[in-house]
C-alpha cells in the first residue's frame, strides 16, 4: 500500500488544508516542514532532539550523498538508512537529481540517465532511472523521489522543454522498474513523481498533468527556488494546487522562508523542505517568534532576555541572547547546535500554528498578522 494521504480540513476564502500521511513509522500532520539531514544527519542536530524538542516525524536524507558515502554495501549491511542513523521516524529521500544539477560542470545528461563525477574523489558514477529506485530500495526510505532534471534559472523554453520531456521519460521508465522491486526491509515504500518546467506556465501545466497518471499519495513541484523571483515562484505555486489532485499531498521541494512556505500553505501545499534554517543558523540568523536576529550584531551583546519563549524549546527559553553570541565569537560549537534548535523548531512549531488556524477557518486572516511579526528584522 505504501504511504496513504487523508485530507482532513479546508479553510474557507483560501486552498489551506490540514491532512495525515500514513506512513509504516507513524502518521504525518500535514502542513509539515522536513529538517534536511543530507548525509544520514540533521546538521548540528541529535536524532533524540529531532523527535522530542523539534518534535518532527519526518526528514529527509540524499540519495547522491548517501550513494558515496558511506555507500550501499554499509547502508545494506546496516539493514536501512532507518537503522544505520538510529530514526524510528519517517524518511523521506531525494533522488539526487538536484544534488547532480548543482554539478553542471561535472555531469552528462542522457536519455539514459546522467553521468557525475564524485565531488569527494572524482570517480565517474551513472544515476538511471532504475537504479536510483534501486538506490532508494536499499536505503530503505518510506518516501522515494523519482530521477528529474532541474533546469537551471534562467534558461531558455526550449531547454526547459527539453529537460522537462527527459523528466518524463525517466519517470516512465523508474516507475516501471519500481513496480518489479520489492522493499528490503518489511515495510512499504512509495515513489514520488516530480513535474517541472521551469517557469513556462505551458510546460509546468503539461508536466503537472503527466505526473498525475501514476496515481500516487504524494505529488512534487521540482525546480523552483532556484534563483527565480519570488513572483514565479507564487504563481506558479498556485497553478500546481490548481492542476494536481484535491485528495493527494503536494509537496513543494527546496522552499524555502517562512514567508514562502505560508504562501504556498494558502495555495494548498502540504510538504516543505529547506536547508534554509540549519544553514542561516550556522551564520548566526535565528527565526523567533518576534522576528528575525542577526545574533552576532552589537545589540545582543549584553541581551539577557531568553533567545524565545514561546516556542516550548527548553534551550531557547533557559539560554539568552547574550550568551548564544558570546558562543559565536568564541567559536564554540554549542553556538551551532543551540541555533538549529532555535530555526528547525520555529518552522515545525510555524507548522503546529497554521495546522490550528486552518482547522478554525482563520488561517488567512492569521498569516497577516503573524508575518508582521515574524517577518521583520530585530
Same mark, same amino acid.
Given at each position: 500500500?505504501?504511504?496513504?494521504?487523508?485530507?482532513?480540513?479546508?479553510?474557507?476564502?483560501?486552498?489551506?488544508?490540514?491532512?495525515?500521511?500514513?506512513?509504516?513509522?507513524?502518521?504525518?500532520?500535514?502542513?509539515?516542514?522536513?529538517?534536511?539531514?543530507?548525509?544520514?544527519?540533521?546538521?548540528?542536530?541529535?536524532?533524540?532532539? !529531532?523527535?522530542?524538542?523539534?518534535?518532527?516525524?519526518?526528514?529527509?536524507?540524499?540519495?547522491?550523498?548517501?550513494?558515496?558515502?558511506?555507500?550501499?554495501?554499509?547502508?545494506?549491511?546496516?539493514?536501512?538508512?532507518?537503522?544505520?542513523?538510529?530514526?524510528? =521516524?519517517?524518511?523521506?529521500?531525494?533522488? =539526487?537529481?538536484?544534488?547532480?544539477?548543482?554539478?553542471?560542470?561535472?555531469?552528462?545528461?542522457?536519455?539514459?540517465?546522467?553521468?557525475?563525477?564524485?565531488?569527494?574523489?572524482?570517480?565517474?558514477?551513472?544515476?538511471?532511472?532504475?537504479?536510483?529506485?534501486?538506490?532508494?530500495?536499499?536505503?530503505?526510505?518510506?518516501?522515494?523521489?523519482?530521477?528529474?532534471?532541474?533546469?537551471?534559472?534562467?534558461?531558455? @523554453?526550449?531547454?526547459?522543454?527539453?529537460?522537462?520531456?527527459?523528466?518524463?521519460?525517466?519517470?516512465?521508465?523508474?516507475?516501471?522498474?519500481? +513496480?518489479?522491486?520489492?522493499?528490503?526491509?518489511?515495510?512499504?515504500?512509495?515513489?514520488?513523481?516530480?513535474?517541472?518546467?521551469?517557469?513556462?506556465?505551458?510546460? @509546468? +501545466?503539461?508536466?503537472?498533468?503527466?505526473?498525475?497518471?501514476?496515481?500516487?499519495?504524494?505529488?512534487?513541484?521540482?525546480? !523552483?527556488?532556484?534563483?527565480?523571483?519570488?513572483?514565479?515562484?507564487?504563481?506558479?505555486?498556485? !497553478?500546481?494546487?490548481?492542476?494536481?489532485?484535491?485528495?493527494?499531498?503536494?509537496?513543494?521541494?527546496?522552499?524555502?522562508?517562512?514567508?514562502?512556505?505560508?504562501?504556498?500553505?494558502?495555495?494548498?501545499?502540504?510538504?516543505?523542505?529547506?536547508?534554509?534554517?540549519?544553514?542561516?543558523?550556522?551564520? =548566526?540568523?535565528?527565526?523567533?517568534?518576534?522576528?528575525?536576529?542577526?545574533?552576532?550584531?552589537?545589540?545582543?551583546?549584553?541581551?539577557?532576555?531568553?533567545?524565545?519563549?514561546?516556542?516550548?524549546?527548553?534551550?531557547?527559553?533557559?539560554?539568552?541572547?547574550?550568551? !548564544?553570541?558570546?558562543?559565536?565569537?568564541?567559536?564554540?560549537?554549542?553556538?551551532?547546535?543551540?541555533?538549529?534548535?532555535?530555526?528547525?523548531?520555529?518552522?515545525?512549531?510555524?507548522? +503546529?500554528?497554521?495546522?490550528?488556524?486552518?482547522?478554525?477557518?482563520?488561517?488567512?486572516?492569521?498569516?497577516?498578522?503573524?508575518?508582521? @511579526?515574524?517577518?521583520?528584522?530585530?
Amino acid at each position: 500500500m505504501g504511504i496513504q494521504f487523508r485530507l482532513e480540513h479546508t479553510c474557507g476564502g483560501s486552498s489551506a488544508r490540514t491532512g495525515t500521511l500514513e506512513t509504516a513509522h507513524g502518521p504525518i500532520q500535514t502542513p509539515v516542514f522536513m529538517p534536511v539531514g543530507t548525509t544520514g544527519t540533521v546538521k548540528a542536530v541529535h536524532q533524540k532532539e !529531532l523527535k522530542t524538542n523539534i518534535r518532527s516525524g519526518l526528514i529527509l536524507g540524499n540519495t547522491y550523498h548517501l550513494y558515496l558515502r558511506p555507500g550501499l554495501d554499509v547502508l545494506s549491511k546496516a539493514g536501512g538508512l532507518h537503522r544505520f542513523i538510529n530514526w524510528d =521516524g519517517a524518511l523521506l529521500t531525494d533522488s =539526487g537529481g538536484y544534488q547532480v544539477f548543482s554539478l553542471s560542470a561535472r555531469r552528462k545528461l542522457t536519455q539514459e540517465g546522467v553521468w557525475f563525477y564524485s565531488h569527494i574523489d572524482g570517480s565517474k558514477h551513472l544515476f538511471t532511472p532504475q537504479s536510483v529506485v534501486d538506490i532508494q530500495r536499499t536505503l530503505g526510505s518510506d518516501i522515494m523521489m523519482a530521477l528529474d532534471e532541474c533546469p537551471p534559472y534562467p534558461c531558455e @523554453r526550449k531547454y526547459a522543454m527539453k529537460s522537462m520531456e527527459l523528466t518524463h521519460v525517466w519517470l516512465d521508465q523508474g516507475f516501471e522498474h519500481f +513496480e518489479k522491486t520489492k522493499p528490503l526491509y518489511g515495510f512499504d515504500q512509495s515513489l514520488i513523481p516530480i513535474a517541472q518546467g521551469s517557469v513556462y506556465d505551458d510546460l @509546468r +501545466e503539461k508536466s503537472l498533468i503527466y505526473i498525475r497518471q501514476f496515481n500516487c499519495p504524494i505529488y512534487a513541484i521540482g525546480g !523552483l527556488s532556484v534563483g527565480e523571483p519570488e513572483a514565479d515562484l507564487l504563481r506558479l505555486v498556485k !497553478l500546481s494546487g490548481m492542476i494536481l489532485p484535491v485528495d493527494k499531498a503536494r509537496y513543494l521541494m527546496g522552499v524555502g522562508t517562512p514567508k514562502n512556505l505560508l504562501d504556498a500553505i494558502e495555495s494548498g501545499i502540504d510538504m516543505f523542505d529547506c536547508v534554509l534554517p540549519t544553514r542561516n543558523a550556522r551564520h =548566526g540568523i535565528l527565526y523567533t517568534t518576534q522576528g528575525i536576529i542577526n545574533i552576532r550584531n552589537a545589540k545582543w551583546k549584553e541581551d539577557l532576555s531568553p533567545i524565545d519563549e514561546t516556542l516550548g524549546l527548553e534551550t531557547s527559553a533557559n539560554h539568552s541572547k547574550s550568551y !548564544l553570541r558570546h558562543l559565536f565569537y568564541a567559536g564554540e560549537m554549542l553556538a551551532a547546535q543551540l541555533a538549529s534548535l532555535q530555526n528547525l523548531r520555529f518552522y515545525t512549531w510555524l507548522m +503546529e500554528e497554521a495546522r490550528k488556524n486552518i482547522k478554525a477557518n482563520t488561517f488567512v486572516k492569521w498569516k497577516s498578522e503573524i508575518l508582521q @511579526r515574524i517577518d521583520k528584522r530585530l
